[in-house]
């Protein structure tokens, strides 16, 4: 025959354990080097996509380079977790990006000027330093926005992606 057994009631006079600290939830953890990996590797395929659309439609426009960044932001974020580096080297990348996909642009134009292929372009004449130095002559202060654009977008969004 078993008989239940009800614990006594806690003495009000025998002090509570300590309440534990509030929990704010898991820590995002993540991989600083993977999380620039894949920045990187975003830049440029952004850096492609972007100087493929102003080829395609002949002028720059401010969402592409928005796009940029926050394509770029959200990779490195995403994978590498709340860092502080993230945001800064997010922003780095993403000048490079919108630069890179602005010398894409010309490459694409010099190639449908000649009517040869980019590749032409690239390896022959005037090669990469020949359209950056084409690039920098025709520069506007517009392009120049476009890459500040880009940065500041990509800072903002590693650094909401890593919150």
């Known amino acids: 025959m078993s008989q239940q057994f009800q614990p006594p009631a806690p003495d009000s006079l025998t002090p509570a354990a300590p309440a534990a600290p509030y929990a704010s939830g898991p820590a995002r953890s993540g991989n600083v080097g993977l999380g620039i990996v894949a920045g990187v590797v975003a830049a440029l395929v952004a850096a492609g996509v ?3 659309i102003m080829s395609a439609i002949d002028r720059q426009i401010g969402y592409a380079a928005v796009g940029v960044g926050i394509v770029i932001g959200l990779a490195a974020g995403r994978v590498g977790g ?11 990348l993403a000048l490079g990006a919108v630069y890179l996909g602005q010398l894409v642009y010309v490459a694409l ?17 005037p090669g990469i330093t020949g359209i950056a130095d084409i690039w920098k ?13 880009g940065g500041a977008v990509a800072f ?6 890593g919150d």
């Open 137 to 149: 002559e025709g520069a506007e202060a517009m392009d120049y926005v476009f890459l500040a654009i």
């Open 50 to 52: 972007y100087g493929a």
């Open 156 to 161: 903002s969004a590693a650094k909401r992606t």
């Open 82 to 92: 709340r860092n502080l580096v993230l945001p800064v080297v997010s922003a780095v």
């Open 109 to 125: 134009e010099l190639a449908d000027y000649a009517g040869t292929g980019v590749a032409d372009v690239l390896l022959d004449k």
